[in-house]
């Protein structure tokens, strides 16, 4: 199956009369009617062994300053190397893996869209039905969107972005999803760049709303000084803080996001991010570890073992499979695991998640609440990964309103999460400890996730926002409330009434 990407496609069978099919497409452009040429021709047996398979990816992608560029990936592999196809495997089949899933799981990790009545996960992933779902009990940005504006889903249903996105591809997740009356989600996926602007009409207002009124004409900062950060010590007890890490995800300009990419787009994003990784020197020096039964690396075929894997995810080093229908019902769990993994570096203090929901997590975390080393080696990671990349020909995706482009619109801007592991038992136990943290500009997840909850007073703990703030703004406000909510656990230990000091709570500002 074709999708618009591909410009021209040969492939050859590996059968004794040696047949190769030749097939060719041209695109004048996004809408425009295809024309298609097929031919066959016979290669004799003798010659079956220099046969082989090569891809032309033809993208055609717009600049922040208007102009098109077009760039094309040829991927070329011989007949001889070419596995014939395994139902038992992604595109066509399930990773053995994934088939000791539940069958909820397993359904949104094939390469169909997540369809699961039991999860309430129905709306169609390719093109929206006429009428739009009723969404008058949903909690999330896009359905209060929708219900203030009708109109939006009849205007913009039918559009595509120049590279092939539906609009139904972006809201899926957000109709699958009605979410809960005290967790507002976004509901909302972008499925390439483009789709931030052939579908601006519903994503500027959700945009805005999530971040606090982002105006339209706002330019985005940035600061990655970190001699701009507080010197506050979060935890000088070294008592209640466990890890604390800066994250930031990043995408690459010329292919689609994980929600909309191929089999074979993912595939080519492993490749050019690994390449340009391996190239990374000093402290980040490290290595690459696909997924347990990814079989997309070639130097490691079957993936990093089960315990090399299970020990990354107790340290909190490593995503986890697509358990949350929010993902699933996104695409983000297609074809998994196959071009999935992990960088890092010889000290397991650096990271980067690849193919996630992202097509790159930018990690830099250690134990304890030393920030300032921590967002440095963040900084100079952030850089690199970006120069080793442009060497390859590619760039991060990025415009001056909206930041680094990324797959959820909560993460635009900085795509910033400076956040910490924390031990907050008594605060935590208050009713009001999420709007106590939004006061303080963070946001409260348990310990699996966004829509998880906490064990044992553990909480997953970072700043809210990611547009409209530089990064080190966003690290202050990191501190400044983290440390604040450390302050009043120690006085409710002590029986201290702290409710005056929440009443007056705020952000930092500079």
Not at 51 to 65: E, Y
Not at 162 to 177: I, P, R
Not at 226 to 246: F, H, V
């Amino acid at each position: 199956r074709l999708g618009s990407r591909f410009s021209r496609c040969s492939f050859v069978t590996s059968n004794p009369v040696g047949i190769t099919v030749m097939f060719s497409r041209h695109l004048a452009g996004a809408g425009a009617a295809a024309a298609g040429a097929c031919a066959l021709r016979l290669v004799p047996p003798a010659r079956e062994a220099r046969c082989q398979t090569t891809v032309t990816s033809t993208t055609t992608v717009q600049q922040p300053d208007g102009s098109m560029v077009t760039k094309t990936i040829t991927t070329s592999t011989p007949a001889a190397a070419r596995a014939p196809v395994d139902q038992n495997y992604p595109p066509h089949g399930l990773s053995e893996g994934v088939r000791k899933l539940p069958q909820w799981i397993q359904l949104g990790c094939g390469d169909a869209e997540y369809i699961c009545p039991e999860k309430g996960a129905t709306f169609p992933g390719d093109e929206c039905p006429e009428k739009m779902p009723d969404i008058s009990k949903h909690s999330s940005f896009m359905a209060e969107t929708l219900r203030a504006d009708p109109g939006i889903y009849d205007r913009l249903r039918n559009k595509k972005t120049n590279m092939g996105v539906s609009l139904a591809k972006c809201v899926k997740t957000g109709f699958d999803n009605p979410g809960h009356p005290m967790i507002k989600t976004v509901g909302l996926v972008a499925g390439d760049e483009d789709s931030y602007e052939a579908f601006k009409e519903l994503f500027d207002p959700v945009v805005s709303a999530r971040h606090g009124g982002y105006p339209a004409d706002a330019k985005h900062p940035t600061d990655m000084n970190p001699d701009n950060l507080l010197n506050t010590k979060i935890d000088p007890e070294g008592k209640y803080t466990l890890t604390t890490r800066c994250r930031t995800g990043r995408s690459v300009r010329g292919f689609r996001l994980p929600p909309a990419c191929t089999f074979e787009e993912r595939r080519e994003l492993e490749r050019v991010i690994v390449k340009g990784l391996m190239r990374l020197t000093g402290e980040l020096k490290g290595q690459y570890l696909p997924l347990h039964g990814s079989r997309s690396f070639e130097l490691m075929p079957t993936g990093m073992s089960e315990d090399q894997e299970e020990d990354l995810r107790k340290r909190g080093n490593l995503f986890q499979e697509p358990d949350s229908t929010l993902l699933l019902s996104s695409g983000c769990g297609r074809h998994w695991p196959d071009a999935r993994g992990i960088f890092h570096n010889d000290a397991k203090n650096f990271f980067v998640w690849l193919n996630e929901e992202d097509h790159m997590r930018i990690v830099s975390m250690e134990k304890g609440d030393n920030v300032h080393a921590i967002f440095q080696r963040f900084a100079t990671a952030c850089a690199t990964v970006q120069q080793v990349l442009k060497e390859e020909g590619y760039d991060f995706m990025h415009n001056d309103h909206l930041g680094y482009i990324l797959t959820c619109p909560s993460n635009l801007g900085t795509g910033l999460r400076a956040g910490t592991m924390a031990q907050l038992p008594l605060v935590s136990a208050r009713k009001d400890f999420r709007q106590i943290c939004t006061k303080l500009g963070l946001q409260a997840r348990g310990t699996a996730g966004v829509d998880s909850a906490s064990v044992g007073g553990k909480w997953d703990i970072s700043n809210a926002d990611r547009l409209g703030k530089s990064e080190t703004h966003l690290v202050n406000i990191f501190i400044h409330g983290v440390s604040t909510l450390i302050q009043w656990e120690k006085m409710l230990e002590k029986g201290e009434n702290i409710d005056e000091l929440v009443a007056a709570a705020k952000a930092w500002n500079p």
